[in-house]
């Protein structure tokens, strides 16, 4: 095909403004889709997503528009709208020249919109901006379109105005595209140079490898070398996606699609990797892919260790459709043999817990969530702690940095200050306020990672009622007066529930923690101490009482030193008890440790 008659674009957008649903529209509108087979959020194919509603991974698929009786091809990335999922977002940006920036005309510029919109200017892509949801009687388009112009400096007096939903105005969006995006650059007869921008495992084909043609042609049968691995496959089935695999002969520059040669070692494809051919492996290598910055960390260990190596498979295949996360062997005194997990965020990682479940069928404990530290040793070195038991001893260091980052918060103007009042409870400083409209305000502070991750967000949502909307970005590392509260079950101390806080968050901290553990921590036949500490000294304890048996219940009348005989006697067995008995913490005891206190 030739090149001036492809657009490869993204739909961006905030949570919920609309994007599956106006990738349902295109698809249909295009006849890629036939109506019988039509349903709603069509490419959110994986379980997880049409159970809670969101995109998770990028999805691409082919459609063609015919335009003055020209066909043009429209390869089209449906792309997530969450924070923790920006990563997908910026991968399929590479693969793309242009950039669908659709707005809710009843709710305006939201965090993630202002996010996703620099993204794709930092691209360097071009932008065309849709206003959806045009047919709601709340709907407000000519302010919302002045809001664009002021908050994002993109031009949008001109915007599509469109409702995804009953498909008004999508004609117009797919004659844009054609006339306003840019057709790829590329050289058909260069030597082979494609993008690989995602991939999947499947357990009959092997790896199915995603990827963009930049420059030259790739048939089926060819011999290709992957440039980052070194690794040599035959190109056994190429295609495209519409949405389902269609296999094609070849894939010239600008297109979008599959490359399939039963590749089943995992580690031999890398995302962001440069795919060419075997007889010209001199190629430049493209740019690829920034490394992911984790952002929170929690350990994963099997209920059963037995499952140990079964994980391990699971995370390599989770791994290698969702290059945004790693993991690392670890080993506790409490919870045996695990795996450490960085994370982009709690959705993330509560999104890779539930898929590990679902997917691969695994019973396991997660730890509490933590932010990566940075600490200031003696002599002069410094350690990246993961987790709170790898913090050395006190004597050891001179100070712990911790991760700020820059939170941006879209709320509207009569929930001001309840949100200023939030961010200031949670240790953020004030850096600067912006009037979007008349009705909303983005207010911008500097908050530790550690205090976004605890309950920062759902205070948020609550005080502005579901109205407030938060982005943020690492902006980089400070000294703070940090401790580690460690959680001790019967002066042992449980290495999964301990936690690096604040010195003055750490006694409210600590109690909470003890009063969940209570309630979580079934009865033994001895009395169970809960303590939080602060190095040697005790702040907090709680105690479980002991389960027992009525001994006195045979003693009718009589002297009452019979009585006190048989509770001493029951005593002294109760302190052996104690002394060799060891307490069950049930899996749900850890995971209501995750849950804000």
Known sequence: MDPKYIRNFSIIAHIDHGKSTLADRILEITGTVQKR????????DMELERERGITIKARAVTAVHEKDGQKYVLNLIDTPGHVDFNYEVEKSMQACEGAILLVDASQGVEAQTVANAYLAIEADLEIITVLNKVDLGHARPDEIAEEVENSLAIEATDACRISAKTGVGVDAVLDRIVESFPAPQGDPSSPLRALIFDAVYDEYRG?????????????KRDRVLMKGTDKKFEAVDIGIFSPKMESRDSLSVGEV?????????????RIGDTLTLDKTPDVDMLPGYREPRHMVYADFYPTNPKDYETMREALDT??????????EAVTSEALGFGYRCGFLGLLHMEIIQQRLE???????????????YKVQLKDGTEEIIHSPGALPNPDRFDEVLEPIVRVSMIVPAEFIGVTMTISNDHRGIFIRQEHLSPTRVQLVYDVPLAEIMYDFYDKLKSATRGFGTLNYDLKGYEPADLVKLSILVNGDEVDALCAIVHKSFADPRGRAILKKLRK???????????QAAIG????ARESIAALRKDVTAKCYGGDISRKRKLLEKQKAGKRRMRQVGSVDIPQKAFLSVLGSE
């Open 207 to 219: 790896v199915i490898v995603y990827l963009r043609i930049m420059d030259g042609t790739l048939n």
């Open 318 to 327: 989770l791994s290698l459709s969702d290059s945004s996360f790693s993991y």
């Open 358 to 372: 679902r997917e691969h069928d695994l019973d396991m404990i997660q730890t509490a969530p933590s932010v990566t």
């Open 37 to 44: 087979e039509m349903k709603a959020q069509l490419l959110d």
């Open 520 to 530: 979580e921590i079934p009865r033994h036949m001895f009395e169970v101490r809960l």
């Open 257 to 269: 699609g599959y490359f399939v040669s039963n590749i089943k070692a995992l580690g031999d494809v």
């Open 536 to 539: 040697s000294r005790i702040i």
